[in-house]
């Protein structure tokens, strides 16, 4: 796998296996003490004296290949600490948390996808976030709950990813139209880059693998959402969710998005080509499109907050970190994962890793504040979310890709696949 894929694959990965849980219970290695999710409470406080003794930490993908450019910064202001950084395939990140989990040989911190902490929170592996460690509210919103399992935090968020509109400036211009705000908008902006010469005007999958998260939006739009208040029964039964399925099946029906996915590559070039005039993608894309389109396509795209309903929601994703229960050297664990929310080590984390920042106040840095692209990402966060951190979303969202791609392929209505949708999901439950 290159760089550039490792970063595509670390900013939206989920998972698509049997949850961490069930195999755990299946192989008799579950904890039956329940963690810190019994509690519900936050950790010890940790002091503000240097960090001391030795760490050892997992991270993925690109993260994991320069994580101890920015490491070493901790050790220079910690010279009586040692931090050990394994790097971590992505595709076989999940089995080896999960088997380091039921053999009790586990690191002292882990780098995890936002959308596995519910599941491995759940086992009682993770130690709750320490009282006072950091401050809720310097970070995004929707950031922050990604961390958080049945009230309680567990590790913080470490760099984010939101979706904006990627759109061809150059066919939108000759087109006659400006970025959509609105889902009106959008169908009649699409169309337009279309009659403007592009062959779609958006590319969007059909289904299948992690599509879940390019229609939840929709659902969050109007005000829809996936769990009841309470977080104990799920919500698809809803007109939000029926009407999300209906807008995103249009672009299929009218002819306006492929049915068929573009893998990593081919949206690239596609929209390089002027084969796509549109596309949802993180900020990882901006490089790559610079990269591949050469320095006289900057003129040729923007980027642009999502349109929207009631709302302009976006999915947000990214990288947590966690902190075990086994750790024998807590107090240095915790030290480093605060000392990684600093803003102005974020800021330098962007420079090496360019993972954006989860703490709100480093994108007041003119690294950010003042790029056409970053700032766009800035203002997004401020209305993205992400999924409940519940042990069974990955079951639960392969459903949702399963029904969406029957829905786009008219082998099913959307009335029909969210009723699908929310038996099924009554029936493997929230796992809490």
């Not at 590319?203 to 996936?226: C, E, N, R």
């Not at 591949?292 to 999502?306: H, L, P, S, T």
């Not at 203002?379 to 993205?384: A, F, G, N, R």
Request: hydrophobic share 40%.
């Amino acid at each position: 796998m290159t760089r550039a894929a490792a970063r595509r694959t670390s900013r939206w990965t989920t998972v698509g296996a049997v949850t961490l849980v069930g195999a755990l219970a299946l192989a008799g290695c579950g904890r039956s003490d329940g963690g810190g999710a019994a509690g519900g409470q936050a950790g010890e406080a940790i002091d503000d004296s240097p960090a001391t003794g030795e760490l050892t930490v997992w991270a993925m993908g690109n993260e994991g290949e320069v994580l101890d450019e920015v490491v070493a910064q901790f050790e220079e202001e910690n010279p009586d600490v040692s931090v050990e950084v394994t790097a971590v395939p992505w595709e076989s990140a999940h089995d080896r948390i999960a088997t380091a989990i039921a053999g009790g040989e586990t690191p002292d911190i882990t780098m995890l996808g936002t959308t596995w902490v519910g599941e491995f929170a759940a086992t009682g592996a993770f130690e709750p976030t320490p009282e006072g460690l950091v401050d809720e509210s310097a970070f995004f919103e929707g950031s922050w709950e990604t961390a958080v399992v049945d009230g309680v935090a567990y590790g913080v968020p470490w760099y984010v990813d939101t979706r904006v509109l990627y759109y061809r400036t150059d066919l939108a211009e000759q087109a006659g139209v400006e970025p959509p705000t609105t889902w009106e908008e959008y169908s009649e902006f699409t169309e337009a880059l279309q009659s403007a010469g592009a062959t779609w005007g958006v590319s969007l999958p059909p289904g299948g693998f992690d599509s879940w998260q390019y229609v939840t939006p929709l659902a969050w739009q109007q005000g829809g959402d996936i769990l009841n208040e309470d977080g104990t029964e799920f919500t698809f039964d809803t007109p939000e969710w029926e009407e999300a399925f209906t807008y995103y099946k249009s672009f299929f029906d009218e002819g306006i998005a492929e049915p068929r996915r573009l893998e990593g590559g081919e949206i690239e070039q596609a929209f390089i080509n002027g084969d796509v005039g549109a596309f949802y993608s993180g900020p990882f894309h901006v490089s790559l499109l610079l990269d591949q389109g050469g320095e006289e396509f900057a003129d040729k795209f923007a980027v642009a907050m999502v349109p929207g309903a009631d709302s302009r929601t976006s999915f947000t994703g990214g990288g947590n970190l966690a902190v075990f229960e086994d750790t024998d050297n807590r107090d240095a664990a915790w030290k480093l994962v605060r000392w990684l929310s600093l803003p102005e080590t974020q800021i330098s984390w962007y420079e090496i890793s360019t993972d954006l920042p989860s703490v709100q106040e480093a994108w007041d840095d003119p690294t950010f504040s003042e790029d056409p692209y970053l700032s766009v990402f800035g203002e997004q966060l401020q209305d993205s979310k992400a999924p409940p951190a519940i042990p069974t979303w990955a079951q639960v969202s392969a459903v949702i890709d399963q029904e969406l791609e029957k829905t786009t392929r008219g082998e099913t209505t959307p009335a029909d696949a969210i009723a699908t949708i929310q038996q099924q999901a009554q029936s493997i439950g929230t796992g809490n």
